[in-house]
């Protein structure tokens, strides 16, 4: 970022996927004051600061977390013919300044509507293995799973949910390419 700004000479950046590295390249776009056009990276604290340079044009982190609640709240506990308070809900994230964030706000939201949170757990997304998470899920019983992950990691949940016969009635994501 400083490079673009001090040597390239540019006024505006527009990009930035990773939460972290936006989070970090914002500090430049502030101190030389040019502005940064934040395309993808979602986590809160990018904006939280109250830089004057930095832009966002899409939903924060804890926004996708609160609508996936509130959806299964008003939707998935009706098709499941259960009351929003016996609804039980999982979550589960990969540990970054996406996945962290979103769970937060989802269990927030999920105290605040009044469902059951049965089990909360994070991981990498580096990680190959994720059967002892999807052990402790199989044994929490939720009706509903959230996951916040990448698709690599997503994918890898899928497969061995299948694999270790894990069955649950629905599943809401929010994934990052």
């Excluded at 993808?40 to 996708?64: E, L, P």
């Excluded at 997503?154 to 990052?176: G, M, P, S």
């Amino acid at each position: 970022m400083e490079r673009l700004i001090t040597v390239e000479k540019l006024n505006v950046i527009a990009g930035g996927y990773s939460g972290s590295r936006v989070f970090a390249a914002s500090e430049m776009s502030e101190k030389y004051k040019k502005v940064y056009w934040v395309s993808t990276a979602a986590a809160d604290n990018i904006t939280a600061r109250g830089f004057k340079y930095i832009f966002r044009y899409n939903a924060a982190t804890s926004t996708y977390g609160k609508i996936q609640v509130r959806f299964a709240r008003e939707k998935i506990a009706p098709a499941l013919g259960k009351k929003p308070e016996d609804l039980r809900a999982a979550i589960i994230h990969e540990d970054s300044l996406w996945g962290t964030p979103v769970a937060q706000a989802e269990v927030e939201e999920v105290a605040k509507l009044g469902l059951k949170l049965v089990a909360k757990e994070s991981y990498s997304n580096k990680t190959v293995d994720l059967s002892s998470l999807i052990m402790k899920l199989r044994a929490a019983q939720p009706d509903v799973v959230f996951i916040t992950g990448y698709v690599n990691d997503t994918i890898l949940f899928w497969r061995q949910c299948k694999e270790l016969d894990f069955n649950f009635q629905r599943f809401l994501r929010a994934v990052r390419q």
